[in-house]
């Protein structure tokens, strides 16, 4: 489970937003919360970051302290007004590690289409197989964060009116209908997608369909339930134990599990309305 803290200074809410999850953490802020950033311990570890502006983005990695480094584009980059970065909840990120992460965000900026201040593709070094592993495992909790915790899509242009509506999305639910009379309310799609498979599973009515659905093998984007559990090489599951021997995959993005939940509904013939 995600642990959220906001962090406060002189008794008024900031816009600082510390996530942390095993084994990652990250952190969001404004511009303006550079001093209160000065003494957060996470601005002072090793990380990858992202300044975001409109449609604009730049990303760099800091091997030391990340705070140093924003300390410097403070002063000398104008059009930012958000941060975002993340690392090792435990601080051990090592330069191979944020050297792979800061290049492996930078090709996927520019694969979504934004405008990238990175003059190169970003540091190149040897990094082994288990320290690979081990960074996209880091990659893969803070894109998990940030889409089902934070609401942040992070590769989707105007993301940064998602950014600025952070600060009241805990407020906000991601809620499903069914022609039921059923209503899956919480603030977290991938929560709601598993809770509406597995009422379907358990219910008399439908079990019969849905276990119809289960494939064999692994389940996948296509084959949404299956009989074996999938790990990714990072080791990290990208399914859910419904029931024994039953699992739901879950590894989608926030817009790709709407879809797989109208998929499933259209699969055992019921009708839905999904509500943000």
């Not at 970003?122 to 592993?133: P, R, W």
Request: no cysteine; proline share 1%; charged share 25%.
């Amino acid at each position: 489970m995600t642990k959220h803290i906001i962090i406060t200074s002189d008794r008024k809410k900031s816009n600082i937003s510390v996530y942390s999850q095993e084994p990652a953490v990250v952190v969001t802020a404004d511009r303006e919360d550079m001093n209160s950033l000065r003494t957060l311990s996470e601005a002072n570890q090793a990380g990858v970051y992202i300044l975001v502006g409109e449609n604009r983005r730049y990303v760099g990695q800091a091997s030391g302290k990340v705070y140093d480094r924003l300390v410097k584009h403070d002063k000398q980059k104008e059009w930012w007004t958000k941060i975002i970065f993340f690392g090792r909840e435990d601080g051990h990120l090592d330069k191979s590690q944020t050297d792979y992460l800061e290049q492996k965000l930078i090709q996927e900026f520019e694969n979504s289409g934004f405008d990238l201040e990175n003059g190169t593709i970003g540091n190149t070094s040897y990094i082994d197989k288990t320290s690979k592993i081990r960074a996209d495992n880091v990659w893969y909790t803070t894109h998990e964060i940030l889409e089902e915790v934070a609401n942040i899509n992070l590769f989707q242009m105007d993301s940064i009116r998602e950014l600025n509506e952070t600060e009241n999305s805990s407020k906000k639910k991601f809620v499903i209908i069914d022609n039921n009379g059923n209503k899956f309310s919480d603030k977290s799609a991938r929560a709601n997608y598993i809770h509406l498979v597995k009422h379907y599973l358990t219910d008399s009515n439908y079990q019969d369909a849905v276990l119809r659905l289960v494939v064999k093998e692994k389940p996948t984007s296509r084959a949404l339930l299956g009989a074996q559990k999938s790990i990714l090489p990072s080791g990290r599951a990208t399914t859910v134990e419904l029931l024994p021997n039953i699992f739901l995959y879950t590894h989608f993005s926030t817009e790709a599990r709407r879809k797989a939940i109208q998929k499933f509904a259209n699969q055992i013939g019921i009708k839905i309305d999904i509500l943000w």
